[in-house]
């Protein structure tokens, strides 16, 4: 099976050595997004709400460059340095996906690149 890497100027390039998804037959395999501003490549101000809508903007804009949407995912893990921060992070995650909603693992780290407050990866089916 081939693998393809995807690249967007609309996410943060990756900051090592990784490439933002991977497409590998009919699935797509989208890298952990924090909270970086794609102009930037710094970490927007903020809470974790603010953090969390940029990471959604993040892993959106690398879906779309997979030929792929919020509605093709099937599985995410949301890494939260606070675990505290859940219910806030669960309410704007919910706004992006349609029913059902993807599998999903939750787990709180002791600590996430460049200070971020969470982190999502997905990996979504191809249309």
Do not use: W
């Not at 603010?50 to 949301?78: H, P, W, Y």
């Not at 200070?115 to 990996?123: K, N, Q």
């Amino acid at each position: 099976m081939s693998k393809t890497a995807i690249h967007t100027d609309r996410a943060p390039r990756a900051i090592g050595p990784y490439s933002q998804a991977i497409k590998a037959g009919a699935l797509v395999f989208c890298s952990g997004q924090i909270a970086l501003d794609p102009m930037t490549g710094q970490l927007v101000d903020g809470d974790v709400e603010a953090q969390a809508r940029q990471v959604m903007s993040n892993l959106g804009a690398v879906l779309e460059a997979a030929g792929a949407s919020f509605g093709d995912v099937v599985k995410t893990t949301i890494f939260l340095a606070n675990l505290a921060d859940f219910q806030k992070v669960n309410a704007i995650y919910a706004e992006y996906f349609p029913d059902p909603p993807p599998a999903r693992a939750t787990v709180e780290v002791s600590g996430l690149p460049r200070g971020a407050l969470v982190e999502i990866d997905a990996i979504a089916q191809e249309k």
